[in-house]
Every structure is written in structure tokens, then in C-alpha cells.
T-cell receptor
Framework: DVKVTQSSRYLVKRTGEKVFLECVQDMDHENMFWYRQDPGLGLRLIYF???????EKGDIPEGYSVSREKKERFSLILESASTNQTSMYLC??????????????FGAGSRLTVL | GENVEQHPSTLSVQEGDSAVIKCTYS??????FPWYKQELGKGPQLIID?????GEKKDQRIAVTLNKTAKHFSLHITETQPEDSAVYFCAASYNTNAGKSTFGDGTTLTVKP
């Protein structure tokens, strides 16, 4: 019954490394999102995508980039990881259309530690 | 942009008691208000939502109320059970933004047996 899959649940990387976080959804959703979750700060939107090869900045895009080559896959990229990017990263998707466009389906999260 | 404030940050209740979590939002254009529950080791999951054309919605032991004039909405859980223990997030969005929601900071609910 898994619908949004984040391939890496736990990662440990070193400062300056390039990091890829992968997310795949099997619901044929048009919209995909990457959120960052930190204690006391809720969920903050990093990037989102409404369609293949489209991307838009969220509220905290600095230090991140994304890639969406296929509809079902949305990747978050940290070009040069820093310690302040240690966090839980959540991928989510929604379908387009007024009735369901806001209902986010989340993956289980990827906990990244940057040393 | 939208700003969502959520209170309290932590809430502890005895099993069987009620729990209430409150959120306020700033953008009067927001018209969709979901609540998500996040259990340990899992991603958030939608438990109930309300749209701005409705004042209250119930689903078994949970209910959400919305006051558009005051720009606040609340989650009510009755007859709490230990399995209700989790982090709860409120959110607000405008439906043309296709899911670009602004979240509250979360409330950690603990239900003591």
C-alpha cells in the first residue's frame, strides 16, 4: 500500500558532499513537493513541481536544487552539504484539480545527518 | 505570504479526556485547512480537513471547527486513546496553489493510559 517512497530512510554525509534524495510516487500525481522538518519549525517547503521538468522555489530553496525528469520521480539535490542541512526531509505529492489538489500524501521521510 | 501559528506545542491528557489544538492563519484568501497526524517514524497523514464554506466537520472522535472571521481553526479529539499520541500539524492553503500549504509548528500530543 506504499504510495510515496523515499528510498533512503537514514543518510550520513560529510560536509561538502553532494547528496541526492530520491522520491517516487505511484499514484500518477501531477504535483510533487519537498519539505524540510525541524523540531519547533514545522514543515517548510523547499521546492515543488507541477509537471515534468518544471520546478518552483518554495520558502527555503537556498542550498538545494531539484530534478523531475519523470512524472513519478522527484529528486532533491544538495550540491555541497553543510551541517545546517541536517534535518528530516519529507517528500509529498498531490493530484491536480480543485477537489484534491491540496491533499498531500507524504513519504516516510529521509533523515539526513551532515558531519 | 501565509503565516500559521499553532498552539500548544505540547499537550498531555489522560486517556478518555478531550484534546483541543488551535491554529490561526493570516491570509484571508486561504480556503483549505487540513490536519495531519505524524506517528513516530512515519510521514504526516491527513486525518481531517475543512474548506472555507463549512464551519464544522466531524469524523467519529475527531472534529474541526473554522472561524473565518477570526481566521482560526481548531482540532478536537474526544475520548482520547493512547494511539492518538502523535505530532499533529495544521495547515492552510489556497486551492489554486495545488498543495502549496503553509504548516503550523506542530503539537506533540501525549495520551496517558
Amino acid at each position: 500500500d506504499v504510495k510515496v517512497t523515499q528510498s533512503s530512510r537514514y543518510l550520513v554525509k560529510r560536509t561538502g558532499e553532494k547528496v541526492f534524495l530520491e522520491c517516487v510516487q505511484d499514484m500518477d500525481h501531477e504535483n510533487m513537493f519537498w519539505y524540510r522538518q525541524d523540531p519547533g519549525l514545522g514543515l517548510r517547503l523547499i521546492y515543488f513541481s507541477y509537471d515534468v521538468k518544471m520546478k518552483e522555489k518554495g520558502d527555503i530553496p537556498e542550498g538545494y536544487s531539484v530534478s523531475r525528469e519523470k512524472k513519478e520521480r522527484f529528486s532533491l539535490i544538495l550540491e555541497s552539504a553543510s551541517t545546517n542541512q541536517t534535518s528530516m526531509y519529507l517528500c509529498a505529492s498531490t493530484r491536480s484539480g480543485a477537489s484534491g489538489a491540496n491533499v498531500l500524501t507524504f513519504g516516510a521521510g529521509s533523515r539526513l545527518t551532515v558531519l | 505570504g501565509e503565516n500559521v501559528e499553532q498552539h500548544p506545542s505540547t499537550l498531555s491528557v489522560q486517556e478518555g479526556d478531550s484534546a483541543v489544538i488551535k491554529c490561526t492563519y493570516s491570509d484571508s484568501a486561504s480556503n483549505y485547512f487540513p490536519w495531519y497526524k505524524q506517528e513516530l517514524g512515519k510521514g504526516p497523514q491527513l486525518i481531517i480537513d475543512i474548506r472555507s464554506n463549512v464551519g464544522e466537520k466531524k469524523d467519529q472522535r475527531i472534529a474541526v471547527t473554522l472561524n473565518k472571521t477570526a481566521k482560526h481553526f481548531s482540532l478536537h479529539i474526544t475520548e482520547t486513546q493512547p494511539e492518538d499520541s502523535a505530532v499533529y500539524f495544521c495547515a492552510a492553503s489556497y486551492n489554486t496553489n495545488a498543495g502549496k500549504s503553509t504548516f503550523g509548528d506542530g503539537t506533540t500530543l501525549t495520551v496517558k493510559p
